[in-house]
């Protein structure tokens, strides 16, 4: 049997100029998909109007195209379907799994202090549920005053609606067994924030057809959460493939600030990048400025 044509993505925010890591996890998933004779999508996660700018914008594509990549159009820009979030929203609130809370940062960070035993995931310390048991009266009232507040999914209330065990099929990692509850009530949405990358994310893939989903082992705690999203939006969940974090010679991962491997600045210096590409190698590896990989 013919293999199923893989369709990928590769989804920035441009908040900064794209490094070295983003291009190793950008032309894998661009590989991946072409070995298939899938499709390679590109997409700007870019929901936070805030932070996110046109000139890094226009810098990424730039670099995409300098590496040889190609990608379908239009380009989804996550800015312009706020409405294809609030209609998930609304599902999910149909469904009984989210709730409003009032928590300020501080507050919650404080919450957390005053408790040694408070529970811990993979991304640190969780939301200890404050807002959780608010009744429906006092929700109502906080809101009608104007009080700002944040969306939260009720991972016990949204695991009580699914049926089975949950897992996903990782390329890298196997059969993997989904723990929403490893990372709390996680935030959906803010009111300046339509959406959280967790549900914009899972929203877009399902609507773009992604079937395998291609990105950097640092997101696969939120893999967990994203699992839980989609068999309650009732969405066919895709394939993933977490794979190993390109690390410099101290061992650690490239950032945004990390100036001097950013794909311009690599371009500047008259980097090959037929050159370039052949040592973004599938699997962990270290790049370092002499060209050792």
Not at 24 to 50: M, V
Request: glycine share 8%; with cysteine.
């Amino acid at each position: 049997m013919a293999e199923t044509p893989i369709v990928t993505r590769f989804a920035p925010s441009p908040t900064g100029l794209l490094h070295i890591g983003h291009a190793y996890s950008a032309c894998l998933g661009y590989e991946t998909a072409k070995a298939s004779g899938g499709r390679f999508l590109l997409r700007f996660e870019d929901i936070d109007t805030t932070r996110c700018r046109p000139e890094f914008e226009s810098a990424i594509l730039e670099d995409l195209a300098w590496l040889g990549l190609s990608w379908e159009t239009p380009v989804r820009r996550q800015s312009e379907h706020f409405d294809d979030y609030r209609a998930a929203l609304d599902r999910l609130d149909e469904a009984g799994v989210l709730y409003p809370c009032f928590c300020t940062r501080a507050e919650i960070a404080a919450e957390i202090a005053r408790s040694p035993s408070a529970p811990h995931g993979p991304e640190g310390p969780l939301y200890p549920g404050t807002c959780r048991s608010l009744s429906p009266e006092e929700r109502r009232a906080r809101i009608e005053v104007g009080e700002p507040y944040a969306l939260r999914l009720d991972v016990s209330a949204a695991m009580a609606r699914v049926s089975g065990t949950l897992s996903w099929q990782d390329r890298h990692a196997g059969k993997v067994i989904a723990q929403p509850e490893s990372l709390g009530d996680v935030v959906l949405a803010r009111r300046d924030v339509p959406a959280s990358y967790h549900l914009a994310s899972v929203v877009d893939d399902h609507l773009q057809g992604v079937n395998l989903i291609v990105r950097g082992e640092d997101l696969f705690p939120a893999t967990h959460v994203h699992i839980l999203l989609q068999a309650l939006l009732g969405y066919e969940p895709p394939a993933y493939y977490h794979h190993g974090l390109l690390l410099d010679a101290d061992g650690k991962r490239f950032a945004k600030r990390d100036k001097s491997v950013t794909l311009a600045s690599l371009r500047a210096a008259g980097v090959d990048p037929e050159a370039l590409v052949k040592r973004l190698k599938p699997g962990r590896m270290t790049w370092t400025t002499s060209g050792e990989a």
